[in-house]
């Protein structure tokens, strides 16, 4: 084994030995490493393992910073077109959506949360396919699939939930149910990856809930809970994962 670990370096056994491997897998893999003395030989085994592992592994933290970006975008499109760049402040722009049927504000609201949806949603996977071609590993892996169910399984409720609050006039708790869903979502794909989702999960949560206490400061803490916390989010997930892998992947094709 000692012989083994020649080959690879710390950094990336520390990343690729998680909980969920399959012992037989990854004892086999090294044994048949102690036979061979081409070091990308190596590499290639231990990218099998990480595909055979229970993780979904193409997660990059760019993925975040382009959410976080989107947020951003739709926050402040509705703070100078819906609120009138702070003309309106945002309880009284709640309390004139309740005096009657405004459709087109609604029609509005409706219209921004689905371009940061949508261009959320396809710039995430627009980088995690790219970043999953970089380390040449399987995109569409069933650890990806199990995670996309049941990421949207939960979104998929809280955006009916959420459509239903529009359509019944309570627009306090949207911007609060909308953060508490997603967090909850997260929370339930973490399990099918690597990355720190979990505590991502929770802050969502948590600014979710004070966004129902505090729903006067919805938008606020919409917008920092989708923009700001995914920006850090990903920053942090990038100097931790990312670039570190970049960088042994280029050493890998040097040799």
């Known amino acids: 084994m000692r012989y083994a670990s020649f080959f690879i370096p710390a950094p990336f056994i520390n990343y690729c030995t998680f909980k969920n491997f399959s012992f037989t897998l990854f004892f086999k893999v090294l044994l048949e490493m102690e036979t061979k003395n081409n070091p990308s030989e190596d590499l290639k085994h231990i990218r099998q393992m990480m595909e055979a592992s229970s993780k979904f592994l193409s997660l990059s933290g760019l993925s975040g910073i382009a ?29 004139v959506l309740n005096r009657g049927n405004h459709f087109p504000f609604r029609t509005a609201m409706l219209l921004n949360a ?33 995670m996309v169910w049941s990421l949207f399984s939960v979104l998929s409720v809280g955006g009916i939930f959420c459509l239903l609050l529009l359509y019944n006039g309570y627009f306090r708790l949207i911007a609060a149910s909308m953060l508490l869903f997603y967090g909850l979502a997260l929370l339930h794909a973490s399990k099918y990856s690597m990355q720190n989702i979990s505590a991502l999960a929770y802050t969502e949560i948590t600014i979710g809930l ?19 916390v995914h920006i850090v989010y990903g920053i942090v997930m990038y100097f931790k994962y990312d670039r570190p892998l970049a960088k042994l992947h280029a050493k890998q094709q040097q040799k």
Request: charged content about 15%; cysteine-free.
């Open 114 to 146: 689905l371009f940061v949806l949508f261009s959320a949603l396809i710039s995430a996977w627009y980088i995690s396919y790219r970043t999953s071609k970089k380390r040449k590993l399987k995109f569409w892996t069933p650890s990806a699939k199990k």
């Open 210 to 228: 004070l966004a129902t206490l505090f729903h006067n400061y919805g938008l606020l803490l919409w917008t920092l809970g989708f923009g700001f």
């Open 67 to 95: 959410v976080g970006s989107f947020a951003l975008a739709g926050s402040a499109i509705a703070y100078f077109i819906l609120l009138e760049g702070g003309t309106l402040k945002y309880d009284e722009f709640l309390q």
